[in-house]
């Protein structure tokens, strides 16, 4: 069965068939550390609409190392270090990085700019897209599933 959006790894399959209720370009710090990227595409899920076919081969440590108690794990596959995904402890959301968790060009491109900190002495992005120091102003944290 083809699933409107799907990742993962040769040993874990994660799928949805909603679409994300998120969708940004991340300039946080914990982002830039944990991917090495400059800046982050990042899409949020409801917890619920992703489904992953391994969560026993999942494995799981803090996404931020500085409050690693924090409600964000990052789960990778136990057999290739591949990432998978982020999984909130809460269960509101997962978070899908697509050019790093199998999902590619399948999502749209982020439409704002997340977390953007005027004081880490990086330029405003100037692509037209929303910047805000936070995520959108009108997001809302769904209720756990």
């Not at 909603?18 to 949020?44: A, E, L, M, R, Y």
């Not at 494995?59 to 108690?69: E, G, H, L, M, V």
């Not at 990085?97 to 977390?115: E, T, W």
Request: proline share 10%.
């Amino acid at each position: 069965m083809s699933h409107k959006y799907s990742g993962g790894c040769a040993h874990i399959h994660t799928h949805a068939d909603h679409d994300p209720i998120d969708n940004h370009t991340c300039h946080c710090s914990v982002c830039k550390g944990v991917t090495g990227q400059d800046t982050t595409h990042v899409v949020f899920f409801k917890h619920g609409d992703v489904a992953v076919d391994n969560e026993a081969g999942l494995k799981r440590q803090p996404f931020n190392a500085n409050n690693p108690d924090g409600p964000l794990e990052l789960c990778i596959c136990a057999d290739c270090g591949a990432p998978i995904m982020l999984d909130d402890k809460q269960s509101r959301i997962r978070v899908i990085v697509p050019n790093l968790m199998g999902y590619d060009d399948q999502i749209a491109p982020a439409p704002y700019h997340a977390f953007y900190d005027p004081a880490s002495g990086v330029p405003k992005p100037s692509d037209g897209r929303p910047v805000y120091e936070a995520l959108r102003p009108d997001f809302e944290w769904p209720a756990p599933s």
